[in-house]
């Protein structure tokens, strides 16, 4: 299996910045979409931006023009800079990758998540 690790998030105020980062790992996988959800109480997870493993990227409307995502397929790595954030952008932030695991004669997709992180973006 491929486990995601987070890290970043936190306080912060309005208007402010945050980076979060996200690291899988496993053995003899591959990659096809990575990107961020997130998600407040009595709502429904959300996606806030993803990439594709042909460079797609796509954000959700909310956070066009303030968060950027980046991703180093080398390192199967994930970013998320969030810049003017406002109080609305709180949240639990979760890393999402899909791809590929292969066994000796297998190929299995998988679909996992990351721990989930604390955003809080204060008035």
């Known amino acids: 299996q491929v486990q995601l690790v987070e890290s970043g998030g936190g306080l912060v105020q309005a208007g402010g910045s945050l980076t979060l980062s996200c690291a899988a790992s496993?053995?003899?996988?591959?990659?096809?979409?990575m990107g961020w959800y997130r998600q407040t109480p009595g709502k429904q997870r959300e996606l806030v931006a993803g990439?594709?493993?042909?460079?797609?990227?796509n954000y959700a409307d909310s956070v066009k023009g303030r968060f950027t995502i980046s991703r180093d397929n080398a390192k199967n790595t994930v970013s998320l800079q969030m810049n003017s954030m406002k109080p609305e952008d709180t949240a639990i932030y979760f890393c999402n990758a899909e791809g590929f695991y292969f066994g000796t004669f297998t190929r299995r997709e998988f679909r996992s998540w990351g721990q989930g992180t604390q955003v809080t973006v204060s008035s």
């Open positions: 496993g053995r003899l996988f591959t990659i096809n979409d």
């Open positions: 990439t594709g493993s042909g460079g797609r990227i």
